[in-house]
Nanobody, 126 residues
């Protein structure tokens, strides 16, 4: 079963930057809207930023002007550039795709919905 794989997390000082990536675990045919979520300890998961196939974006108010979501449709990959990081940005960051079109020789083309990654830890020290 195809999944999403996040990378790029780590430990950074306040004011620093990180770039997260989100890519399928294997080759796929297509992917639709990709969304980044985060979940801090003891808090609910929240939407951070999303991008449609056509490039329309939306952001959590608290990250506007600091975070930028982008995608490379040829690579089926999305990115989250995070600048001016704050300690309150500390969380596990997850990516989600609402739809993928996968293919394998046995089953042919197959639609997959609501796909998640395992998450990547972002820690911002003060």
């Amino acid at each position: 079963q195809v999944q999403l794989v996040e990378s790029g997390g780590g430990l950074v000082q306040a004011g620093g930057s990180l770039r997260l990536s989100c890519a399928p675990s294997r080759s796929i045919l297509n992917i639709n809207t990709i969304t980044w979520y985060r979940q801090a300890p003891g808090k609910q998961r929240e939407l951070v930023a999303g991008i449609t196939f056509g490039g329309d974006t939306n952001y959590l108010d608290s990250v506007k002007g600091r975070f930028t979501i982008s995608r490379d449709n040829a690579k089926k990959t999305a990115y989250l550039q995070m600048n001016s990081l704050k300690p309150e940005d500390t969380a596990v960051y997850y990516c989600n795709a609402d739809w993928m079109l996968t293919y394998d020789q046995a089953m042919g083309a197959k639609e997959v919905f609501d796909i998640w990654g395992q998450g990547t830890q972002v820690t911002v020290s003060s």
